[in-house]
């Protein structure tokens, strides 16, 4: 017998009566500290204050985030304990919306209307099993990955009605500790003796992240063959197909899994995305429109889909000028990334020449040229740079704009900040074949890989020569940058001297000019705090 005494709740529904009577219900079973709100913005701001026990959280909210919103960004701020039960609560049973709700895994999920019996009997079940797993949940929670590993097998010991899902847990901890040869087995295992949705997902899945991509698709085949109403599986034979170069079946695949659960960002970015490669815009354009709508309220937003949105619309008009609803969508687009990013010049930069294109196919060339030279301007001003993408997109942008030689210039400064990417290179040989800028900086990445190979062999002194030497020839470069900072913090460790202490804060300052998405960011953060710390 639970005691609830002890308990806090949380409630989140935007009806009042739901809300009372809700409480009510909970009041009659012993719980005395109940919460309840009416938006998910009220819900985070309660969860960054307190800890619940069990949060009842309505899907549909009405304006503002719904529940699968609210539950990823408690997921994503870590607001939630290991022992916290969380409730998606809807009257709505759609597809889609039921689909879209589970897929970010809430402990349950609960039809409206119910009675305080079916609730206390769905908690009661809750609570026991969250109580019998938190020594997996908890460690799970800390990415204690060897934690878990011993504590699935002492709960399955303890607890054998609670084997399966610890054997879900033994999957994550098993693939966190890179044991891939016993996770395959484990997972085998369990789909012999009964095929389970998870199971076959996280095998095909691990058969694609080791690039066993013939296997991986056999699997998610098989998976899709008994489950067909899991998204997942769509997304993963989708992924391995475009990594088996089939990008036209993995956009048929995609699409079944949009059908399911239309509703999650990522995968319509990641049709959006693949729509675009196969050149079809008015695909294209449907993924972006609703990703910009799902993003509105998402902690998950991003720009480029508004971005990429009026690309698409550019692309459907590519033989014709935009017609009136298309220029609407564009310029409601537009100031909407305008207005939600007001404080990012390099996206006023690429908005500008979405705007400056727009008119260019709208048959006013005197207004493209007038945005055009704002955008210009506005580049110049620019205190940072784009990231290695967005940089290439705006050299099409203004290459389609007949501004060659700006082009080439963002695409010069691409090369040398981002050059040291093979993948950066390859696509810049894509969008140019002036050598100037393809063989530029090519002394620099061979003193950067000797460097590179003179720190791993703690030739520090030697390392941090062959890293000046590029840094001096490609100053922008990022790499080279934080490579040259490490070798001095590495120095100063056994020699403190306030020259190399001041270039080292150099480097940093240099690097500090990367997007804030770049993934050396939290490499770049921890050589400051190095630096800093006495």
């Known amino acids: 017998m639970i005691d609830y005494s002890q308990k806090s709740f949380l409630i989140v529904d935007d009806f009042t009566d739901f809300r009372s009577a809700l409480t009510g219900m909970l009041r009659r079973m012993g719980i005395q500290n109940i919460d309840a709100v009416g938006s998910g913005e009220e819900a985070l701001t309660l969860c960054r204050r307190n800890q619940y026990d069990v949060i009842l959280h309505d899907f549909n909210l009405g304006k503002g985030k719904n529940g699968q919103q609210v539950l990823e960004q408690l997921q994503h701020e870590r607001l939630l304990s290991a022992q916290c039960v969380f409730v998606m609560v809807s009257a709505e049973s759609s597809q889609a919306m039921v689909l879209g709700a589970l897929e970010c895994e809430p402990d349950s999920y609960l039809t409206k209307p119910f009675n305080q019996a079916s609730l206390q009997q769905r908690l009661d079940r809750l609570i026991t099993m969250k109580t019998a797993l938190r020594p997996i949940l908890e460690a799970e929670r800390d990415g204690n990955h060897a934690g878990m590993l011993t504590a699935c097998k002492e709960v399955m010991t303890a607890h054998p009605r609670y084997r399966p899902q610890c054997q879900r847990h033994l999957n994550t901890a098993l693939a966190g500790l890179g044991k891939h040869a016993e996770q395959e087995q484990l997972l085998r295992r369990l789909i012999s003796e009964r095929p389970v949705p998870w199971a076959m997902v996280a ?14 698709r056999t699997a998610y085949e098989e998976g899709i063959q008994q489950f067909p109403m899991i998204p997942a599986l769509y997304d993963g034979l989708a992924a391995t197909l475009l990594a088996l170069d089939e990008p036209q079946q993995a956009q ?255 480097c940093l300052q240099r690097a500090s000019q990367m997007p804030a998405g770049d993934h050396r960011r939290e490499r770049y953060i921890k050589l400051c705090e190095r630096l800093e710390t006495p």
Not at 203 to 216: F, G, H, P, V
Not at 252 to 281: I, V
């Open 203 to 216: 095998l095909a899945d691990l058969y694609r992240e080791t690039q066993r991509l013939d296997e991986a």
């Open 252 to 506: 048929q695949q995609l699409h079944q899994g949009l059908r399911l659960s239309p509703n999650s960002l990522r995968r319509q970015e990641s049709m959006g995305a693949l729509a675009q490669r196969n050149e079809d815009p008015e695909q294209a354009a449907r993924a972006y429109r609703h990703a910009v709508e799902l993003g509105r309220h998402s902690l998950f937003r991003n720009p480029e889909n508004h971005l990429n949105l009026v690309s698409s619309l550019h692309a459907q008009s590519d033989e014709t000028l935009l017609s009136p609803r298309q220029l609407l969508e564009i310029r409601q687009t537009l100031a909407e990334l305008d207005r939600g990013w007001r404080d990012d010049p390099a996206l006023a930069v690429r908005s500008r020449l979405a705007q400056a294109q727009t008119a260019e196919k709208a048959g006013q060339p005197g207004e493209a040229r007038r945005l055009t030279e704002q955008a210009l301007e506005q580049l110049n001003e620019m205190p940072g740079f784009f990231s290695a993408s967005a940089a290439m997109q705006v050299a099409s942008q203004l290459g389609d704009l007949g501004q060659d030689q700006q082009a080439s210039a963002v695409l010069g400064t691409c090369a040398e900040m981002y050059g040291d990417d093979p993948q950066v290179r390859a696509e810049l040989a894509a969008h140019t074949d002036d050598p100037d800028i393809l063989v530029a900086g090519s002394e620099a990445l061979e003193w950067n890989r000797l460097g590179i190979l003179a720190y791993q062999q703690k030739d520090y002194p030697q390392a941090l020569e062959l890293f000046r030497k590029a840094t001096t020839a490609q100053p922008r470069n990022i790499s080279f940058a934080l490579n040259t900072a490490q070798s001095l913090l590495r120095l100063l460790g056994t020699q403190p001297a306030e020259a190399l202490q001041e270039e080292c804060r150099d």
